[in-house]
């Protein structure tokens, strides 16, 4: 990967950072040639501070690091794109984002997602989830089973509202189950992708 560093007069350049999940715009930084050097070296985002003219790595006081998942150029090559799973907080100020929104997908299942990973971790005996977490992957793979059933009966029959009704209790399991398996949305939807030659 070639970056033009010199291109300003500063040797930097800016640097979109976004979430790879999510895809929300989470801060801008800048990098010169040592902060890519390090970032690329640790997988951890790492800018060059203009304020304290110093490297700083993102989440060194924090905890709240940005882990890599991918790094793109522009067409010129003198600005960068990292996608990136931030681990906690970006912003100073607490916030999810620099962009005072909230880092959550547009897209509901994803929304649906960390919803449910948030019920497998912190545990309430008013949640559905939860209950669900607390009764093992066993039963959790059953209730799949059992509603992927009734949606092949509703299949049958001509009640759209029944039949899109059974699909979402099986949609909403089947994210239950992935989360008890450890495996994500994004993983299974990868997978498809690799397969678009396959099913075009």
């Not at 960068?80 to 100020?93: E, F, M, R, S, Y």
């Not at 971790?121 to 949640?127: E, G, I, K, P």
Request: glycine share 6%; net charge negative; with cysteine.
């Amino acid at each position: 990967m070639k970056i033009d560093f010199e291109k300003s007069p500063d040797g930097l350049v800016p640097v979109v950072v976004q979430d790879a999940g999510t895809q929300k715009v989470l801060m801008l930084g800048y990098m010169n040639r040592a902060a890519f050097e390090q970032t690329e070296r640790t997988g951890i985002v790492t800018f060059f501070s203009r304020s304290r003219q110093k490297l700083w790595t993102k989440g060194e006081t924090s905890g709240n690091f940005l882990r890599i998942q991918e790094i793109l150029t522009d067409c010129d090559n003198d600005t960068i794109l990292i996608k990136a799973n931030p681990l906690g907080a970006v912003c100073h100020t607490g916030a999810d984002t620099c962009f005072e929104e909230k880092n959550e997908s547009e897209n509901f299942l994803f929304a649906l997602e960390k919803v449910i990973e948030e019920r497998k971790q912190n545990r309430s005996d008013d949640s559905y989830t939860s209950i669900l977490f607390g009764k093992g992957l066993n039963k959790i793979a059953q209730k799949v089973g059992e509603e992927a059933f009734e949606l092949v009966i509703e299949a049958k029959d001509d009640n759209d509202n029944l039949f899109k009704n059974e699909a979402a209790d099986l949609l909403f399991h089947y994210l239950v189950l992935l989360a008890a398996k450890n495996v994500t949305l994004k993983d299974v939807t990868d997978i498809l992708a690799s397969r678009k030659k396959v099913v075009s």
